[in-house]
């Protein structure tokens, strides 16, 4: 009887105006290659996030979708926010 | 063995409460239309649509967007501190997040103890597992945050169009509620409920 456990980004969607980008990581255990369990855990990419770590895909995503313009837009949103309060 | 039959009704005249499809072996059920797969009940017994914007009705006799449930999820997700002018970083000795999310409703709770922030500006709590539709406030307990004299901090909100957004607190004598100053170290547990577009 083999144990696996193997983690994929299982899902990547494109959302809002400001295209973040969500990701969902799976985690997989398998019992002799029978899927057991699978749980998921997820995150928001912004426009002006980190993404020197991330995967390939998301990368890909990021350089398709966070253009300078949209840095900016998403920039002066956040802006907008903060100077609004809470 | 007869491998396919081909019938327009199945009619069970006995009544006996016993009428089903049984299968023999280890296998899946498709229920086809037009000769495509339409939803699959697996052999563990959980049924499966073939497409995810495929769900199941309540409360009406024909297909409506707003009665349909499509969507249940429930994972983790990573909460953070964020500054509002500088996000910075910190380290964390609790950071953990749950979230169910049925439909366009998401449900979370999370715990977060931080220390030695670099962050300016005010707290935000961000690392939402979905951006919030519309400005939503959820319930907060605080502790190690300095708030000020005769402030108290029991809600923070998540902003229009994203995942993150302020801790806030409010005047004990009343008056306009403030955001909170950031600060190097601090402790968060919130809960609540949100819209997700």
Same mark, same amino acid.
């Given at each position: 009887m083999a144990i696996t456990k193997e983690t994929i980004e299982d899902s990547h969607e494109i959302k809002n105006e400001y295209k973040h980008i969500y990701v969902r990581t799976a985690t997989i255990i398998k019992e002799d290659g029978v899927e057991i369990s699978r749980t998921y855990h997820r995150h928001v990419i912004a426009p002006d996030d980190d993404t020197s770590s991330a995967s390939d895909e998301v990368k890909k995503l990021v350089a398709l979708y966070h253009t300078d313009e949209m840095k900016k837009s998403w920039s002066d949103f956040k802006k907008a926010l903060a100077d609004a309060g809470p | 063995m007869v491998s396919q039959l081909n019938v327009d009704k199945i009619y069970n005249? @006995? @009544? #006996?409460? #016993?009428?089903g499809v049984n299968l023999a072996t280890n296998d899946t059920v498709k229920f086809d239309i037009a000769g495509s797969t339409k939803w699959t009940l697996n052999s563990s017994g959980n049924l499966f649509p073939a497409a995810t914007s495929q769900g199941i009705c309540f409360g009406v006799t024909s297909d409506t967007a707003a009665n349909r449930l499509e969507d249940y999820e429930e994972g983790t997700w990573t909460p953070i501190i964020v500054g509002s002018s500088s996000a910075g970083s910190g380290t964390y000795s609790t950071q953990s997040g749950t979230y169910t999310k049925i439909g366009r409703t998401v449900t979370f709770e999370c715990a977060l103890t931080w220390t030695n922030h670099s962050g300016s500006g005010y707290i935000y709590i961000g690392g939402f597992p979905f951006n919030a539709a519309n400005q939503t406030y959820y319930v907060v307990q605080t502790e190690q945050i300095s708030l000020g004299a005769d402030k108290v901090s029991f809600t923070a909100r998540i902003a229009a169009s994203s995942n993150q957004g302020f801790l806030i607190n409010s005047p004990t004598s009343g008056g306009d509620r403030a955001a909170i100053a950031m600060d190097t170290t601090g402790s968060v547990n919130a809960s609540g409920t949100y819209q997700t577009s």
């Open positions: - | 005249e @006995g @009544g #006996d409460n #016993d009428s």
